[in-house]
């Protein structure tokens, strides 16, 4: 028969106990949306106040705001039948996939979709290039969001070697006629370009290898990222050159500020949409500190190509 534990015994268990408890809570984060949810709780014995920056509970207060935004949008699409895309690219790290989770986190999964293809095989290979993309392109009151797309042909691939020059200046010239058909189609498209600099894109590598909730992400190319830096600086370039048009126009977000990034980029797209209920302009606004064109992308890139470190990236 088991002999019972002495106070004392069970005393020692727990402060075993306590340092492991205590290392955990160290390295944990609270979730999103949850200082702003608990705001306003009452003091109780059983309950533990936990102290974060008044930014962050900010933040989460704005994204809830442009959230419900989201769904009102979403909303009248079903009744008018528009049709949204919207194209996210821009280097590893550079925090496409984060603002992607919180655009859609309250979204009818219904009407929203996002598409991250896997890297074409044979059968795929032998089609014409857009025609894998053209299955997912949105039908009425529905969302789409790529996450990379087309553009793979404008950087990674000829950066990798996954596709030859012919077929990187083929793609660039056909490109913008695509476009132009979509739009003319009546789908709303947005595309936007993270921009994320070398230092803090390499930061973002190293926090992969440490932390076991982002290690799905470490992928063999991520040294390659920063080897290449500057080859990625000059197909951007190109891209941008090529395919900045006035029915197509390219939108660079800096995201070295992940959550202002987020937001901002939310804002872009409510901006550009028609819905009822709508807050108004002084609400949606972009930050132009975050938010910019892409002929002033270009600029600033003319004048800096010769000195990479200076690019925003």
Known sequence: ??????????????????????????????????????????????????????EHLLYEIELKKLQIELMKMQSSMKVTGQRVLAIFEGRDAAGKGGTIKRAIAHLNPRNTRVVALMKPNETELSQWYFQRYVAHLPSAGEIVIFDRSWYNRAMVEPVMGFCTDEQNKRFLKDVPMF?????????????????????????????????????????????????????????????????????????????????????????????????????????LTPDPEIIVSGIDELKHMEKNLMQPELLHG
């Open 179 to 283: 476009e132009e058909m979509l739009v003319k189609d009546g789908i709303k498209l947005f595309k936007f370009y993270f921009s994320v600099s070398k230092q803090i894109q390499n930061e973002r590598f190293e926090s992969r290898k440490i932390d076991p909730l982002k290690q799905y992400k470490l992928s063999p190319v991520d040294n390659l990222a920063q080897e290449y830096w500057n080859q990625y600086s000059i197909r951007k370039f190109q891209m941008l050159s090529e395919t900045n048009r006035t029915l197509s126009p390219w939108t660079i977000i800096r995201s070295n500020d992940k959550k202002r990034a987020r937001i901002n980029c939310i804002k872009t797209i409510l901006s550009q949409m028609d819905y009822d209920n709508k807050l108004g302009a002084e609400e």
């Open 1 to 54: 028969m088991t002999k019972k534990k002495t106070t004392k015994q069970q005393n020692a268990l727990e402060e075993d106990k306590i340092p492991q408890e205590t290392s955990l809570l160290e390295k944990t984060r609270l979730l999103e949306g949850t200082a702003c949810k608990n705001l306003n709780t009452d003091k109780g014995d059983d309950k533990t106040a936990i102290w974060i920056k008044n």
